[in-house]
């Protein structure tokens, strides 16, 4: 109640009661002198007109409070023009407060729904984001096996290139073979008709034999002195096995291909050192057959000097001749021995580098035995010996 007070207007309120008093008062007023003067309005009794003064009087009042009201708040003033209309407004704004309400109420419905569907897209969310993160893991799990199995692909890629240079070598291997096969059968089909012959003939020569041999100094001559001394070799090998066979060198054919004599030439003129040119016996053959020969050619160096002890043993007891014998042997293979191990070049049949006369070799014994204890045997080299040999050596005893 107090707050509803304190609300008031209350200056328009003391406005109101003011105009009221002033225009009761001037009302009044002007009642008592016109009911004074009996003064008669509109042809009425003084008392009636006192009357309708007062009635005048008391619509003046409403009015100026009206007026007074009008003028100091809007609100009447619309209250008193705009009441219908304020009405109307009232009556619209209701109508669609009761809408707005009903939509609101539809919109919470909706809301409600939508939260509802929302918690339901949420859980469907989250169980996507948990297989997701399932396929996630799939997926680097299947990352992993694709990079391991590109890995091992590259591995197989790089063992099928392998495999197939392997295969490519076994198929050359396997031509190569064959090749090979053809030539030992032919070889075979050779040997099969030699030893036909040999059956039916002595043999002349055996494969891989030396029949002689040359040193040959290339620094002052040119190919064709170097082939002409080839054809001297030959010619001294048809008189060796002339001597070695009776029969005629004109009987005897050795041959040399065109493409070997060509590399012993080259060979020999690769540098300008003194060389040894070795011709050599390539497949058996029986009298009557030509002689199908190699040419070699190795560098030919000093290897010992005449007068160069090749071995020696000192003896502290007496020998008897087989003791004499064994010994002097051994001492012979111990210079064979050191002197290819030097680079003598040996017979390819025998591997010898040289060769004692028997009776140089008797007479050894001999003085071996003959010999009082302690004495020494010495291996004496008889000449310079280079690297074609052959080592010829003298038996010292002191």
């Known amino acids: 109640m107090h707050s509803s007070l304190s609300e008031l207007n209350w ?5 109101l009661i003011v105009a009221s008093a002033i225009v009761a008062y001037i009302g009044d007023i002007l009642g008592m002198k016109l009911g004074k003067k009996r003064i008669s309005l509109f042809g009425m009794r003084p008392r009636r007109t006192s009357r309708f003064i007062t009635i005048v009087t008391g619509v003046l009042i409403a009015l100026v409070t009206l007026f007074v009201m009008a003028i100091a708040s809007d609100a009447v003033r619309v209250a008193l ?63 992993a096996e694709v990079a391991r199995l590109n890995k091992k692909a590259k591995e197989l890629e790089r063992d099928r290139e392998r495999l197939g240079k392997e295969l490519e070598a076994m198929k050359q291997e396997r031509d190569s073979l064959e090749t090979q096969i053809a030539d030992l059968r032919l070889q075979a089909d050779r040997l099969r008709e030699s030893l036909e012959k040999m059956k039916e003939g002595r ?59 060509k590399k012993a030439i080259k060979e020999t003129m690769e540098n300008k050192r003194r060389k ?24 030919s160096v000093l290897v010992y000097k005449a007068g160069e002890v090749l071995a020696s043993e000192v003896f502290t007891e007496r020998l008897s001749e087989e003791e004499a014998e064994l010994a002097l042997y051994n001492l012979l293979r111990q210079v064979n021995v050191r002197a290819q191990g030097d680079g003598i070049l040996p017979d390819p049949i025998t591997g010898a580098v040289g060769n004692l006369e028997a009776t140089e070799f008797f007479d050894a014994v001999e003085n071996l035995s003959s010999a009082s204890p302690p004495f020494k045997v010495n291996v004496i080299a008889v000449s310079d010996i280079y690297t074609e040999g052959p080592v010829r050596v003298k038996i010292e005893v002191d």
């Open 11 to 15: 200056g328009l309120v003391v406005s």
């Open 81 to 143: 023009f705009n009441m219908k209309y304020i009405q109307r407004q009232i009556s619209t704004l209701t109508a669609e407060l009761s809408k707005s309400r009903s939509e609101l109420e539809a919109l919470q419905l909706d809301l409600f729904k939508s939260q509802t569907e929302l918690s339901a897209k949420g859980r469907e969310l989250q169980e996507v984001e948990e297989k997701l993160r399932e396929s996630l893991a799939n997926l680097k799990e299947v990352e």
């Open 203 to 261: 043999i002349l020569v055996l494969a891989g034999e030396l029949l002689t041999q040359m040193p040959i100094d290339p620094t002052n001559i040119g190919e064709k002195e170097i082939e002409n001394a080839i054809e001297k070799l030959i010619s001294n090998a048809k008189l060796a096995l002339s001597i070695r066979t009776g029969l005629r060198p004109e009987d005897i054919d050795i041959h040399v291909g065109e493409e070997e004599l």
């Open 276 to 299: 040894v040119v070795r011709l050599i016996v390539a497949t058996n053959a029986v009298v009557g057959e030509s002689i199908d020969c190699l040419v070699s050619v190795k560098d």
